[in-house]
C-alpha cells in the first residue's frame, strides 16, 4: 500500500500539470487579459513589487473573507487574475516604456478596450482602459499603466466584474470616484 502511494502521488501531481496550464490559457484567452511582456523586457530588471493572483488563490480568498464581507468575497470570485508589476529604476529608458505603451494601446483602442484616462504631461505617461462587454454591463478587465523618470507600474485585473461590483466596492472603501462611475 505504502508502495502504491508513492507512486500515486506523483502519477496525480503529473496528471495535474496539464489542468494548470489550461487554466492559464484560459486567462490569456480572456477579452480581459492584456500581454504586458514586451513592457517588462525593455524595462530588462526585477519588479519592485510583484503580484500575481490567479484563480485559485483568488478562490481561497473569497472563502476566507466571506464571512466578514459578502460584497468584497462577490467582488473577488468574479476575478481570473490580477496582476501588478512596479519597476523602481532611473535606468529604464523612459521614453523606450512611454512609445512601447503607446502601441500596446494602439493595439487595445483597436480591440475594443475604452481609455478612461491618458496623461501626457513632461515625461508622465499613464494609461488606463476597462474592456467591456457589449452592452457594457460588465468590465471584462482593468489595464493599467504608467511611466515616469524611476516608476513604471504595469496592473491587469481579469475577471467578469459588474459595475454594481465596482461601485459596492466604492461604497465600502469610502471611493466615491467607484461609486458614481458610469462606464455606459
Known amino acids: 500500500m505504502k508502495m502504491l502511494r508513492r507512486l500515486l502521488l506523483p502519477l496525480v501531481c503529473i496528471g495535474m500539470i496539464p489542468i494548470a496550464m489550461a487554466a492559464d490559457n484560459r486567462v490569456a484567452d480572456h477579452p480581459g487579459y492584456v500581454d504586458f511582456s514586451v513592457l517588462t523586457t525593455i524595462a530588462n530588471i526585477e519588479p519592485n513589487v510583484e503580484v500575481s493572483l ?3 488563490l483568488l478562490n ?5 473573507i466571506r464571512s466578514e464581507d ?3 468575497a462577490n467582488f473577488i470570485s468574479k476575478l481570473l487574475q490580477v496582476t501588478v508589476n512596479v519597476f523602481e529604476s532611473d535606468a529604464i529608458d523612459v521614453d523606450e516604456i512611454s512609445s512601447s505603451m503607446n502601441v500596446i494601446a494602439d493595439d487595445l483602442d483597436q480591440q475594443g478596450w475604452e ?3 491618458r496623461i501626457r504631461e513632461d ?3 499613464v494609461d488606463i482602459y476597462f ?5 457594457a454591463d460588465v468590465i471584462y478587465g482593468i489595464a493599467i499603466m504608467v511611466a515616469e523618470p524611476g516608476d513604471t507600474v504595469l496592473v491587469n485585473i481579469v475577471g467578469d466584474i459588474s459595475t454594481d461590483d465596482i461601485s459596492a466596492l466604492g461604497q465600502r472603501f469610502n471611493i466615491d470616484e467607484l461609486v458614481d ?3 455606459n
Open 181 to 183: 462611475l458610469d462606464v
Open 54 to 56: 490567479k484563480a485559485p
Open 131 to 135: 474592456r467591456l462587454s457589449d452592452d
Open 60 to 64: 481561497m480568498v473569497t472563502n476566507l
Open 123 to 125: 515625461s508622465e505617461h
Open 70 to 72: 459578502e460584497e468584497a
Open 115 to 117: 481609455r478612461v484616462v
